[in-house]
């Protein structure tokens, strides 16, 4: 089963456009990014800028409104992830204890969804035919 | 924390550090078979304790200091029973012992660095070729993933007591052949390594022939062999074949969900709804081919399997897909690894490059080879090059036969609709 491990560093919200971690923590996480690997249960990690560079789309009313970062009204956002591929969620919370983290950040460790998951009933029975069927359209098209 | 938590923190903690431990302590007591008893007698001290006391901050290295205890444990006592045996009990002596043990665990203090050496040594040990494929397989599930003999048994389908017996013969065969805890010299490394491929892609094979409804242990061998695919990757980052292995696994596994029907038929690889391929595994395959393909000396079969499938993983529609590039790299695998079911892989892509006349001369070459007698496959391809010649009457002989070839019910059923299909293009001309 996969899981995500979402680091949330608070202080994060408020942090300048271009905020970097101090070298000393990088190493320490990249040490632990290889341990990730060598155990063969890292499947992938991106680190994310922080909010002050990004933007939040919400819909009111159903429509799209764009709000620039930071956002005021965040108490907790998003620093980064990791998801890795362990046999259960005490493996999981396992490794999210190992890591070099600060007291000012929290992971939170969540189950990613498997096709499996879901009833055969919601899932469309052939994602990729409609794909198709458009892209053979342009082919007589051309 | 409750003690069902407590019990699994306690298994994801065996899951993660077992193998080092059984790897540090095999270099001290230079026994595979004793080390994983050591091991064990360190979990059962967690579990008597853990749930009282509290999972200690550093679990791993709390579990490896308990072993310690038990190896020095274990001298000691093997060092009493061989004094009564020799009845040469004496002040000075003791004290030569005891100083001999201090000097032990002056050893075991000092095991703690270079852990990846011992674990490669491990991989090593418990794929050596002194045992059955079969015996390698358990061992390496039971030593290097910290399975359960009960998980292993369920994975593959025989009673628990099988395994357990194949796990003991073979740390005893390990043992009495006195083969060395070590990584093998580079004039055997090739060979040695090659062993140790065959048990994970055996594993991962097991796991993917599972059907719906059999224990959920058993496609768990996929993610398992997966894991010791990158586990020995990163332990050898040179050797071309690991990352080649790493990458064919990578991308089958991203066809998983996408190559059975809703009631449980084979999709086959061409007619499989490819926004349903994991993409997350498609580019971890690719990226470990590029590895691969990077480091200097020829692709082996792995990577030329991983570069196969690689082309039909980078093509968006099966109409898309590189047949020309696939005939190509089929030829360069029959030449490393030749075997007459790559020919036959070969002679489907000829036909789709080229078309099915140069495919069908390509088969027809092999007709008459012996492994392939009793082979559906081999008389499946041939109905079907015959049927896109509109040689109608032949395929339909051909799908008949190789239906009567086929155990899998499914796959008759199929054949026999082909049978029965190139009739009626017939009686519609």
């Given at each position: 089963m996969r899981f995500m491990m979402l680091m949330i560093p608070k202080g994060y919200e408020k942090a300048a456009p271009g905020a970097m971690p101090d070298a000393k923590a990088i190493a320490a996480m990249m040490k632990y990014n290889e341990s990730l690997q060598k155990a063969g249960v890292l499947l992938s990690l991106e680190g994310l800028h922080p909010p002050s560079m990004g933007a939040r789309v919400s819909f009111p009313g159903g429509k799209p409104k764009v709000t620039d970062g930071p956002f005021a009204e965040a108490k907790e956002v998003l620093g980064g992830y990791w998801m890795i591929q362990v046999k259960s969620r005490a493996e999981a919370i396992e490794w999210a204890k190992r890591c070099p983290a600060s007291e000012n950040e929290t992971i939170e460790v969540r189950q990613v969804q498997e096709m499996s998951d879901f009833p055969p009933e919601i899932l469309p029975p052939k994602l990729g035919a409609r794909e198709q069927e458009l892209r053979d359209e342009l082919q007589k098209k051309r | 924390m409750t003690v069902s938590a407590t019990h699994g923190a306690i298994d994801a903690v065996w899951r993660i550090e077992s193998a080092r431990l059984i790897?540090?302590?095999?270099?001290?007591?230079?026994?595979?078979?004793?080390?994983?008893?050591?091991?064990?007698?360190?979990?059962?001290?967690?579990?008597?304790?853990?749930?009282?006391?509290?999972?200690p901050d550093s679990p791993g290295a709390w579990l490896m200091a308990a072993a310690k205890n038990k190896a020095l444990d274990h001298f000691r006592r093997n060092k009493l029973l061989e004094r009564k045996h020799e009845e040469l009990a004496g002040e000075m002596e003791l004290e030569q012992e005891i100083a001999a043990s201090d000097l032990e665990a002056g050893l075991i203090d000092a095991m703690d660095d270079d852990i990846?050496?011992?674990?490669?040594?491990?991989?090593?040990?418990?794929?050596?070729?002194?045992?059955?494929?079969?015996?390698?397989?358990?061992?390496?599930?039971?030593?290097?993933?910290?399975?359960?003999?009960?998980?292993?048994?369920?994975?593959?389908?025989?009673?628990?007591?099988?395994?357990?017996?194949?796990?003991?013969?073979?740390?005893?065969?390990?043992?009495?052949?006195?083969?060395?805890?070590?990584?093998?010299?580079?004039?055997?490394?090739?060979?040695?390594?090659?062993?140790?491929?065959?048990?994970?892609?055996?594993?991962?094979?097991?796991?993917?022939s599972a059907t719906a409804g059999e224990d959920w242990m058993r496609p768990a061998l996929c993610e398992e062999a997966l894991r010791l695919g990158r586990i020995v990757a990163e332990l050898v980052p040179k050797e071309p074949e690991a990352h080649g292995l790493v990458a064919l696994m990578e991308i089958q596994a991203s066809r998983a969900a996408a190559r059975v029907g809703p009631s449980g038929d084979p999709i086959l690889l061409l007619d499989q709804d490819r926004a349903r391929w994991d993409h997350l595994l498609v580019r971890r395959g690719l990226a470990a081919l590029a590895r691969a393909e990077q480091l200097e000396g020829r692709l082996g079969p792995y990577a030329l399997q991983a570069a196969i499938a690689a082309c039909h993983a980078r093509s968006r529609t099966a109409q898309e897909t590189d047949w020309v590039r696939i005939a190509a790299l089929y030829d360069a695998l029959a030449q490393i690894a030749p075997s007459p079911?790559?020919?036959?892989?070969?002679?489907?892509?000829?036909?789709?490059a080229f078309g099915p006349a140069e495919g069908l001369e390509l088969v027809d070459a092999l007709t008459s080879e012996p492994a392939l007698k009793h082979y559906h496959l081999l008389p499946a391809v041939r109905g079907d090059l015959l049927v896109k010649l509109g040689r109608l009457d032949e395929a339909r002989a051909e799908f008949e036969h190789a239906a009567s070839l086929t155990r899998n019910a499914r796959e008759r059923k199929l054949l026999l609709d082909r049978a029965a299909s190139s009739h009626k293009f017939r009686v519609l001309k």
């Open positions: - | 790897a540090g302590l095999a270099r001290m007591v230079r026994d595979v078979g004793l080390a994983e008893e050591l091991a064990q007698d360190a979990l059962v001290a967690a579990l008597e304790t853990w749930p009282k006391k509290g999972v990846g050496d011992d674990l490669l040594r491990l991989v090593f040990v418990a794929c050596h070729p002194v045992l059955s494929t079969e015996a390698r397989a358990a061992l390496t599930l039971r030593l290097l993933c910290g399975l359960t003999t009960d998980e292993i048994a369920r994975a593959f389908l025989v009673p628990e007591p099988t395994i357990a017996q194949r796990i003991v013969r073979a740390k005893r065969t390990l043992a009495e052949t006195r083969v060395p805890f070590e990584v093998p010299r580079k004039d055997e490394l090739a060979a040695r390594l090659a062993s140790v491929l065959e048990v994970i892609y055996l594993v991962f094979n097991e796991g993917y079911v790559v020919e036959l892989n070969r002679a489907v892509a000829v036909s789709m």
